[in-house]
């Protein structure tokens, strides 16, 4: 997953690469939530990027008797709550979970951990060899507290740079680095505060928020070789690619909104530096759209007399976001149309699609790139199978291509 390259005139360009390989990861969800997860993910060799759950600044109140989640036969209505996906066939889930209990600055100090320890082995020292896989970290809150969350990012890409010893371009102004953000716009479960990527006014304030943060941040490593601090200017610049994660559309208007916020963006970017005639003048900032999260407003019944919500309880309607197989078409779907649309304009071709809902094989993965996913995320598998989802896809591609062991999958 590839896009623009930098040139002399920008820093950073616009929009800032973001390269997934393989292109397959886990979308945002409550299997990223602790330090282990994020680990078990960043050490699967079948994954080309690890994803976060949603955090907050501040972390958000988890409530273990409300904020629950279950796996479901999207036939019979047979769930399970909580733990492994159940019996065979329970390929969808319903949750009313909400963000995660982790402050940002917690996930942050993970990451770091991460990611410099992946990188000091004898072998990879010698060859100069790192880590190419991305962490993106999903993030949410309101427009100021997801610039500055954005702000936080930068900074911990810088020294994650830095202390990886990592090579820059010619110019000496760019590097890829292993981080991306996804701003969340698109939660079903949060009381009062529906998903703003539903809205017009609530979108183009959430981009218009992080494209300030992206465009005036100057990022430089916080010491040079020597220890000592690095003179301003003459720092290493590093960009960092965001996009945003949006709920599910089904008419079109509401992807005519989604491209023309973007349009304008674009447009709003190109005056703010000036304008000008090179390439990357006019292209929307925006690196990536997630499509998609969950199908909010639903609900699942236990089957018993009276017929009592799975997820209910005291003062809890049970009503939550719906994941997995059934949620497969709808989102294929979104993916489609919006390749088509994004396609349509220079403005917004250069914006990646992550192809999210109901993938849990190597068909429903190739159903996703078929339509223009330039990587695949997995949610509701990851909970039902765990890690080794991934290389299940993985070795599925490898059969279906007729590849026999060892050989490497064309992705």
């Not at 990861?25 to 960043?42: F, H």
């Not at 371009?169 to 009381?191: F, H, M, R, T, W």
């Not at 200017?233 to 960009?239: E, I, P």
Request: glycine share 14%.
């Amino acid at each position: 997953m590839e896009t623009a390259t930098p040139t002399a005139r920008s820093p950073v360009p616009v929009p800032v690469p973001l390269r997934i390989v393989p292109p397959l990861l886990n979308s945002a969800n409550p299997w990223a939530t602790t330090k282990e997860d994020l680990r078990a993910l960043y050490e699967c060799a079948s994954t080309g990027a690890v994803t976060t759950r949603t955090a907050t600044l501040d972390g958000f109140g988890h409530d273990a008797a409300r904020h629950r989640y279950a796996f479901f036969d999207g036939g019979t209505h047979a769930a399970v709550v909580g733990g492994v996906g159940g019996e065979e066939g329970m390929g969808a889930s319903l949750n009313n979970m909400g963000y995660s209990p982790v402050p940002l600055d917690e996930y942050l100090a993970w990451i770091e951990e991460i990611v410099l320890s992946s990188g000091k082995s004898k072998k990879q020292k010698e060859k100069k060899e790192k880590k190419e896989k991305v962490f993106i970290v999903s993030i949410t809150g309101s427009p100021d507290d997801v610039a500055e969350g954005y702000r936080r990012i930068a900074a911990l890409a810088a020294r994650i740079v830095d202390g990886a010893g990592a090579d820059y371009d010619k110019e000496g102004q760019y590097v890829p680095v292993p981080l991306a953000v996804e701003i969340n716009l698109s939660c079903p479960n949060i009381p009062s505060a529906p998903p703003p990527a539903y809205s017009a006014a609530g979108l183009e304030a959430y981009l218009e928020a992080v494209a300030l943060a992206a465009t005036t941040i100057t990022t430089t490593a916080a010491v040079d070789r020597g220890g000592s601090k690095a003179e301003p200017g003459k720092g290493k610049v590093v960009g960092v690619p965001w996009g945003v994660k949006i709920p599910p559309y089904t008419h079109a208007g509401q992807f005519e909104m989604l491209v023309g916020a973007l349009k304008g963006l674009a447009a709003h970017t190109k005056a703010a530096s000036g304008g000008g005639d090179d390439d990357d003048d006019g292209r929307c900032p925006v690196g990536f759209v997630t499509a998609t999260n969950t199908l909010g407003s639903c609900l699942l019944l236990d089957g018993t007399e009276g017929n009592s919500p799975v997820l209910g309880g005291e003062g809890v309607s049970g009503i939550g976001g719906m994941a997995g197989a059934p949620l497969h078409p709808l989102a294929l779907g979104n993916v489609a149309t919006l390749r088509r649309m994004l396609d349509s304009s220079p403005e917004t071709a250069c914006v990646q699609i992550i192809g999210v809902g109901g993938v849990s094989d190597s068909a429903g993965y190739r159903r996703m790139r078929d339509v223009g996913a330039a990587a695949v995320g997995v949610g509701t598998a990851l909970g039902k199978k765990g890690v080794g989802v991934f290389r299940e896809i993985e070795d599925g591609l490898r059969v279906s291509a007729g590849d026999g062991d060892g050989e490497a999958v064309k992705w």
